[in-house]
């Protein structure tokens, strides 16, 4: 089975928005609302920060929210702070052969 | 707090099996709500689900490691294990053991991850 499809990179300044997008299939992204977003610093183990597409788990500030369009889910990062950066992976359900990661996206604040 | 804490070997021989523990602290691994699995990440590569396994012993595995792994739980020490067999260098990765809600492909805890490198 493929990975999700995620850009490798995206950037923005400090107080902007970033978007990271996250394409599937109707297979699994586009199949069920089990998207999921992990957040993964140098060193350290990913941390979850939104499941279900769009539900974020306790203490997650509300500045990361997620979305789903179709085949494409979106983690939005607003507010940008410098912890932000690091590297992003979503993850989708996909039925018979269980979840599919992407390929992850660096985070840069500028 | 729930806590997930990896243990084996850091160094396996090509051709040989990696066999991995996680230990369960905070929590019970008998409960019908959660599934307990192994993640991998090869260094500066991506993720990779393993396998999963649900209260009562049901398995599922990654098709493409499906016919090298073993996953198997041990609810009185509340500990699960991994065994990947034929490892080879490509097989190199920190091995993250998590909680998985309802086997949803929804990994809530992570245990921290152990570097297991194939080498002879």
């Given at each position: 089975q493929s990975a999700l499809t995620q850009p490798r990179s995206v950037s923005g300044s400090p107080g902007q928005s970033v978007t990271i997008s996250c394409s599937g299939t109707n297979s699994?992204?586009?199949?069920?609302?089990?998207?999921?977003?992990?957040?993964?610093?140098p060193g350290k183990?990913?941390?979850p920060i939104i499941y279900e597409v769009s539900k974020?788990?306790?203490?997650?500030?509300?500045r990361f929210s997620g979305s789903k369009s179709g085949n494409t889910a979106s983690l939005t990062v607003s507010g940008l702070q410098a912890e932000d950066e690091a590297d992003y992976y979503?993850?989708?359900?996909?039925g018979s052969t269980h979840v599919l990661f992407g390929g992850g996206t660096k985070l840069t604040v500028l | 707090q729930l806590q997930l804490q990896e243990s084996g070997p850091g160094l396996v021989k090509p051709s040989e099996t990696l066999s991995l523990t996680c230990t369960v602290s905070g929590g019970s691994i008998s409960s019908s709500s959660y599934s307990w699995g192994w993640i991998r990440q090869p260094p500066g590569k991506g993720l990779e689900w393993i396998a999963s396994i649900h209260y009562g012993g049901a398995t599922y595995f990654n098709p493409s490691l499906k016919s090298r792994?073993?996953?198997?739980?041990d609810t009185s020490k509340d500990q699960f294990s991994l065994r990947l067999s034929s490892v080879t260098a490509a097989d190199t990765a920190v091995y993250y053991c998590v909680r998985e809600w309802e086997l949803l492909g929804d990994f809530d805890f992570w245990g921290q991850g152990t570097l297991v490198t194939v080498s002879s």
């Open positions: 699994d992204v586009g199949g069920y609302n089990y998207v999921s977003w992990y957040q993964q610093h183990a990913p941390k974020r788990p306790s203490g997650v500030p509300d979503c993850s989708s359900f996909s | 792994v073993t996953i198997s739980e």
